[in-house]
Protein backbone atom coordinates (compact mmCIF):
# COMPACT_ATOMS: atom_id res chain seq x y z
CA UNK A 1 0.00 0.00 0.00
CA UNK A 2 1.45 3.66 -0.67
CA UNK A 3 0.06 6.31 1.12
CA UNK A 4 1.16 9.53 3.33
CA UNK A 5 2.50 8.80 6.39
CA UNK A 6 0.27 9.05 10.02
CA UNK A 7 1.07 7.63 13.00
CA UNK A 8 -2.29 5.70 13.33
CA UNK A 9 -1.32 4.21 9.68
CA UNK A 10 2.33 2.77 10.98
CA UNK A 11 0.71 1.65 14.26
CA UNK A 12 -1.68 -0.29 11.79
CA UNK A 13 0.99 -1.92 9.65
CA UNK A 14 3.16 -3.02 12.69
CA UNK A 15 -0.22 -4.53 14.14
CA UNK A 16 -1.31 -6.35 11.36
CA UNK A 17 2.44 -7.34 9.21
CA UNK A 18 2.63 -10.21 11.49
CA UNK A 19 -0.17 -12.14 10.64
CA UNK A 20 -0.11 -11.01 6.93
CA UNK A 21 3.60 -11.32 6.33
CA UNK A 22 2.78 -9.78 2.60
CA UNK A 23 1.71 -6.47 3.78
CA UNK A 24 4.05 -3.80 2.06
CA UNK A 25 3.86 -0.52 3.32
CA UNK A 26 5.32 2.44 1.40
CA UNK A 27 4.95 6.25 3.04
CA UNK A 28 5.44 9.76 1.64
CA UNK A 29 6.37 12.18 3.67
CA UNK A 30 3.08 14.53 4.89
CA UNK A 31 5.79 17.35 4.12
CA UNK A 32 4.13 20.35 5.62
CA UNK A 33 6.12 22.84 3.28
CA UNK A 34 4.05 22.02 0.56
CA UNK A 35 1.65 24.74 2.05
CA UNK A 36 4.53 26.87 2.88
CA UNK A 37 5.31 26.98 -1.03
CA UNK A 38 1.80 27.83 -1.94
CA UNK A 39 1.97 30.88 0.94
CA UNK A 40 4.84 32.30 -0.89
CA UNK A 41 3.33 32.12 -4.26
CA UNK A 42 0.37 33.95 -2.84
CA UNK A 43 1.89 36.94 -1.39
CA UNK A 44 4.26 37.38 -3.70
CA UNK A 45 1.35 37.57 -6.34
CA UNK A 46 -1.04 39.25 -3.88
CA UNK A 47 1.95 41.64 -2.87
CA UNK A 48 4.05 42.28 -6.18
CA UNK A 49 6.90 40.47 -4.65
CA UNK A 50 9.76 37.97 -5.29
CA UNK A 51 8.27 34.79 -6.60
CA UNK A 52 9.67 31.47 -5.96
CA UNK A 53 12.09 29.73 -7.98
CA UNK A 54 9.77 26.59 -8.31
CA UNK A 55 5.52 25.63 -8.65
CA UNK A 56 6.00 22.36 -7.27
CA UNK A 57 7.08 20.49 -4.29
CA UNK A 58 8.72 17.25 -4.70
CA UNK A 59 7.36 14.81 -2.62
CA UNK A 60 10.02 12.43 -0.80
CA UNK A 61 9.70 8.82 0.72
CA UNK A 62 9.46 8.66 4.36
CA UNK A 63 8.61 5.19 5.33
CA UNK A 64 9.44 1.76 3.27
CA UNK A 65 8.38 -1.61 5.01
CA UNK A 66 10.60 -3.80 2.09
CA UNK A 67 13.98 -1.85 2.15
CA UNK A 68 13.80 0.40 5.38
CA UNK A 69 14.57 3.15 3.77
CA UNK A 70 15.06 5.97 3.84
CA UNK A 71 13.21 4.72 7.37
CA UNK A 72 11.14 1.60 8.61
CA UNK A 73 7.80 2.03 9.35
CA UNK A 74 7.04 3.54 12.41
CA UNK A 75 4.49 3.54 14.91
CA UNK A 76 5.05 5.75 18.55
CA UNK A 77 2.23 3.95 20.34
CA UNK A 78 1.85 6.23 23.20
CA UNK A 79 1.03 9.37 21.11
CA UNK A 80 -2.09 9.88 19.04
CA UNK A 81 -2.89 8.63 15.53
CA UNK A 82 -3.25 11.85 14.16
CA UNK A 83 0.11 12.68 14.16
CA UNK A 84 2.60 12.49 11.65
CA UNK A 85 6.30 11.49 12.25
CA UNK A 86 7.88 13.01 8.85
CA UNK A 87 6.76 16.86 10.10
CA UNK A 88 9.38 18.74 11.40
CA UNK A 89 7.57 19.69 14.77
CA UNK A 90 8.68 17.12 16.92
CA UNK A 91 5.66 14.10 17.78
CA UNK A 92 5.43 14.80 21.16
CA UNK A 93 4.81 18.59 20.14
CA UNK A 94 2.52 17.58 17.53
CA UNK A 95 0.75 15.58 20.45
CA UNK A 96 0.39 18.45 22.66
CA UNK A 97 -1.26 20.97 20.26
CA UNK A 98 -3.67 17.59 18.54
CA UNK A 99 -4.60 17.08 22.46
CA UNK A 100 -5.97 20.63 22.94
Known amino acids: MAAS ?4 LGC ?10 TFKLFT ?3 QND ?4 AIDWAVALATGGKKPAST ?7 EDSTTGKPN ?5 ANLPGDIYLS ?3 PAAAQAKLVKK
Open 5 to 8: DGNV
Open 12 to 21: YWKKNVGANP
Open 28 to 30: VST
Open 34 to 37: HARL
Open 56 to 62: HFPSLVF
Open 72 to 76: PVECK
Open 87 to 89: AQL
